[in-house]
């Protein structure tokens, strides 16, 4: 039921919607609900946190390689512009960029999931 207050809250979020979740004791096993009535077992709640996790760590992945290519590009510009010192902060900022994509990259092929579908799915095949 949406607005149900009953249960404590918990120090959990709802992986839905982020809204902070209430623990309610359900005949010795927890549940929890949030005030706009998503409803998750303890078993779910951690298979949502996980997903959610996952995704947001792929998010970044692509985040930082596009930042890599992006610093790149500008890397190029500014080189054919002559601006040295700009050429040398681009190329930096590319370096360590990357660096990060791939440690963030290999941290999350490390929990055990299909590396090769899920980078292609999210767009960050190099």
């Known amino acids: 039921m949406k ?3 009953d249960g404590q809250a918990s120090i ?3 992986p839905d919607c982020g809204g902070v979740l209430r623990e309610l004791d359900e005949e010795g096993f ?3 609900q949030c005030h706009t009535g998503h409803l998750f077992s303890g078993e779910v709640l951690l298979a949502q946190q996980s997903e959610a996790i996952e995704s947001s760590m792929w998010y970044a992945v692509r985040a930082l390689v596009d930042k890599s290519r ?3 590009q500008l890397a190029l510009q500014a080189q054919s512009r002559g601006h040295l010192a700009s050429v040398a902060q681009f190329e930096e900022d590319a370096r360590v960029a ?3 994509a791939d440690a963030l990259m290999a941290l999350v092929q490390g ?3 299909d590396q090769r579908s899920s980078t292609e799915s999210r767009g960050t095949a190099a």
């Open 98 to 100: 990357r660096r990060h």
């Open 12 to 14: 959990y979020t709802c």
């Open 111 to 113: 929990g055990g999931t």
């Open 70 to 72: 992006l610093a790149t």
């Open 3 to 5: 607005g149900r207050r």
């Open 30 to 32: 927890a549940r929890f």
